[in-house]
């Protein structure tokens, strides 16, 4: 895999000068043995009062920032350069402790697990329990990676991916019941799920690099993307994208983690004035690699 380049701009667009309140960035991709960042810039505009990064409850990078003065747009663009050396796939042999479901979790690691193996959205007439049940086998095990596989394919497969610009992200049931989502929902869905059946999981922020100017079979581009990570005995956190059926860290481009998507919003603040004073919000991503680009189109938001 190349060098990537991430540029990430976002413009809020305002009708009169308004004053904003804190806003939190989190757009830094994030360093890890498969993920090097060499580069990186954050400019804001109008410049901040201040601006302080810290590290959250996960480990995420989080630029904080605070304004004084008002303004009829504030922008930001995120560049970052980042070396991407994507996790072979990986593969579990029946003698590890994962290879069949179900499996117990280390003693030693269950506690610090507990938060991502906890469902967190109600089921109350067991809707989502069920379809996570119906993706095991009829006998009593079931190999660990042929029910994680079945559930990226068949979100992939029998689900509607339709972008949506509305914030947050929508109750597993919904995405169930509709059969569409976005890949935040898709993503919550598949947490959810696994969640029923005991195995952790976890919300996955960040990009996605699509090839050869084309989608190449890839949905999600053009905007911040969002997939899974589940943790096995042996083999710990892997990557999982229902939207397009990606399964290890291939084309994705990882910049935060968390227990629920409302932890992972890549841009959040607030302003002070009147409803009617936000026009739009316009969004462009790009990614790009040495000898691969994808530019795309902006996308504006409007009030």
Sequence with gaps: MPLLTITHRTDYHYARPVAFGEHRVMLRPSDGHDLRM???????????ASLRWIHDVFGNSVAIATFDQRAT??????????????????????????????????????????????????????????????????????????????????????????????????????????????????????????????????????????????????????STHAWVQVYLPSAGWIEFDPTNGIIGSRDLIRVAVARDPYQAVPLHGTYAGGADDFLRMDVRIVVSSADEAVAMPMVAVSA
């Design 38 to 48: 060499l580069e990186g810039s954050l400019v804001i505009t109008p410049q901040p």
């Design 73 to 222: 747009q504030l922008s930001f663009e995120a560049t970052a350069v980042v070396e991407h050396h994507p996790a072979e796939a990986f593969a579990l042999t029946p003698d590890d402790r994962a290879f069949f479901y179900p499996f117990l979790y280390d003693e030693e690691e269950y506690p610090d697990l507990q938060a991502f193996i906890r469902p967190h959205y109600g089921d109350p007439e067991g809707e989502l329990a069920a379809w996570a049940r119906g993706f095991l086998d009829d006998g009593p095990s079931t190999r660990t990676f042929d029910i994680l596989s079945r559930i990226t394919h068949g979100i992939r497969d029998g689900f509607h991916y339709r972008k949506r610009h509305a914030h947050g992200t929508q109750h597993p049931l919904d995405t169930l019941q509709t059969g569409s989502g976005t890949c935040r929902d898709f993503a919550l869905l598949m947490i959810e799920a696994l969640r029923r059946l005991g195995i952790a999981a976890r919300f996955v922020s960040g990009y996605l690099f699509v090839h050869d100017g084309g989608d190449g079979g890839h949905v999600g581009g053009g």
